[in-house]
T-cell receptor
Framework: AQSVSQHNHHVILSEAASLELGCNYS??????LFWYVQYPGQHLQLLLK??????LVKGIKGFEAEFIKSKFSFNLRKPSVQWSDTAEYFC????????????FGGGTRLMVKP | GAGVSQSPSNKVTEKGKDVELRCDPI?????LYWYRQSLGQGLEFLIY????????KSGLPSDRFSAERTGGSVSTLTIQRTQQEDSAVYLC??????????????FGPGTRLTVL
């Protein structure tokens, strides 16, 4: 069975600080990797995804993530956060299983102080 | 349609009652998923439908939970004899197909269920 771990449950940063959120997964085969974001009062939205090719993936709003196969990791980064990045971030994987259902990490709540 | 819609947005019920939660997927999307977001368990998969095929029910936590999808579009998640541990936000997502690897899933706003 696949599983996803997000080690940072709560992160507080000041504006312009750099961000890195950890995501590690457990799965023996080929995986597709996703980061979703949930802004306060809004529904889950896709930030970025990795299927194959360049392991450095760029998403919306200046976010990027790097797939490191040897470390089973897919960390999310942003060089300079803004107050509007305050949200909950979820890492998710599907392991090319039938149906492509997602397995989510526990989420990381990010608060950016103005 | 614009996106995935769900109704009701909030549902408060008494323990032991049955509830029905509705999901309208994005038009043309053949895959539909139900997830549950709760404080103790995070986001967990419940069930998915691909077109008119039999659903994958592997994530349903008990036989009190069931879902159907009529005409390959609208889906209803039913919880019978609700328990307090069923309190959660129930999320629906749709994607163009569950058969293609890694299709993005588009999520609805969820239904917040509170069982008293």
């Amino acid at each position: 069975a696949q599983s996803v771990s997000q080690h940072n449950h709560h992160v507080i940063l000041s504006e312009a600080a750099s961000l890195e959120l950890g995501c590690n997964y457990s799965y023996g085969g080929t995986v597709n990797l996703f980061w979703y974001v949930q802004y306060p009062g809004q529904h889950l939205q896709l930030l970025l995804k990795y299927f194959s090719g360049d392991p450095l993936v760029k998403g919306i709003k200046g976010f990027e993530a790097e797939f490191i196969k040897s470390k089973f990791s897919f960390n999310l980064r942003k060089p300079s956060v803004q107050w509007s990045d305050t949200a909950e971030y979820f890492c998710a994987v599907n392991g090319n299983n039938a149906g492509n259902m997602l397995t989510f990490g526990g989420g990381t709540r990010l608060m950016v102080k103005p | 349609g614009a996106g995935v819609s769900q109704s009701p947005s909030n549902k408060v019920t008494e323990k032991g009652k049955d509830v029905e939660l509705r999901c309208d997927p994005i038009s043309g999307h053949t895959a539909l998923y139900w997830y549950r977001q709760s404080l103790g368990q995070g986001l967990e998969f419940l069930i998915y439908f691909q077109g008119n095929s039999a659903p994958d029910k592997s994530g349903l936590p008990s036989d009190r939970f069931s879902a159907e999808r009529t005409g390959g579009s609208v889906s209803t998640l039913t919880i019978q004899r609700t328990q307090q541990e069923d309190s959660a936000v129930y999320l629906c997502a749709s994607s163009p197909s569950a058969l293609a690897t890694g299709n993005e899933q588009f999520f609805g706003p969820g239904t917040r269920l509170t069982v008293l």
